[in-house]
T-cell receptor, first 115, second 113 residues
Framework: NAGVTQTPKFRVLKTGQSMTLLCAQDMNHEYMYWYRQDPGMGLRLIHY???????AKGEVPDGYNVSRLKKQNFLLGLESAAPSQTSVYFC??????????????FGSGTQLSVL | GNSVTQMEGPVTLSEEAFLTINCTYTATGYPSLFWYVQYPGEGLQLLLK?????DKGSNKGFEATYRKETTSFHLEKGSVQVSDSAVYFC????????????FGTGTRLKVLA
């Protein structure tokens, strides 16, 4: 069981470039999340999805877009990267709250630097 | 809105010392409370949880009790090991509406041999 897999693990971009981060989970989870982790600020929610075909904004959505075309995949896009988007990005997933299971499963992260 | 506040780090302890990491929360309703741990270069992993007032979560020698009267969920361990060196995050899960998680800023623990 792979769990939550994020690709790529590292990336360096120039200001204005675009890229997509891929998150894949093999646990048939309904809910998926994208967080960014910055020193002294903990984890901040960028966007999340409560099911295939749905997305919603989190705490810091500006400059990012997401798509959930397939239940197992949650893509995070940066259309025009800015240095302020230098961060470590984590994807997470969980079962539907209807199951009573609340545990979040995290990927190992993507370290992104924007020069 | 809901929020989680945890003590600033880093916390540096000698092996076998007692550990406390403070966490308080603000929430409407009755959230579930969690401690997650992040080892270097890895994603977060669930350490323990509590779902209602006076519940005690425990795992790997770590404990935390859900205190509704003080809105706290402090993490404790009686005797830390070098292998416990990591970043610890307190979090709450909203139990209605969007079911989002709110995380604290994290506390880095370094245990010296």
């Amino acid at each position: 069981n792979a769990g939550v897999t994020q690709t790529p693990k590292f990336r360096v971009l120039k200001t204005g470039q675009s890229m997509t981060l891929l998150c894949a989970q093999d646990m048939n989870h309904e809910y998926m999340y994208w967080y960014r982790q910055d020193p002294g600020m903990g984890l901040r929610l960028i966007h999340y999805s409560v099911g295939e075909g749905t997305t919603a904004k989190g705490e810091v959505p500006d400059g990012y877009n997401v798509s959930r075309l397939k239940k197992q995949n949650f893509l995070l896009g940066l259309e025009s990267a800015a240095p302020s988007q230098t961060s470590v990005y984590f994807c997470a997933s969980r079962k539907s709250p209807r199951t009573g299971e609340e545990k979040l499963f995290f990927g190992s992260g993507t370290q992104l630097s924007v020069l | 809105g809901n929020s989680v506040t945890q003590m600033e780090g880093p916390v540096t302890l000698s092996e076998e010392a007692f550990l406390t990491i403070n966490c308080t929360y603000t929430a409407t309703g009755y959230p579930s409370l969690f401690w997650y741990v992040q080892y270097p270069g890895e994603g977060l992993q669930l350490l323990l949880k509590a779902t209602k007032a006076d519940d005690k979560g425990s795992n790997k020698g770590f404990e935390a009790t859900y205190r509704k009267e003080t809105t706290s969920f402090h993490l404790e361990k009686g005797s830390v090991q070098v292998s416990d060196s990591a970043v610890y995050f307190c979090a709450l899960s909203e139990t209605s509406g969007t079911y989002k998680y709110i995380f604290g800023t994290g506390t880095r623990l370094k245990v010296l041999a």
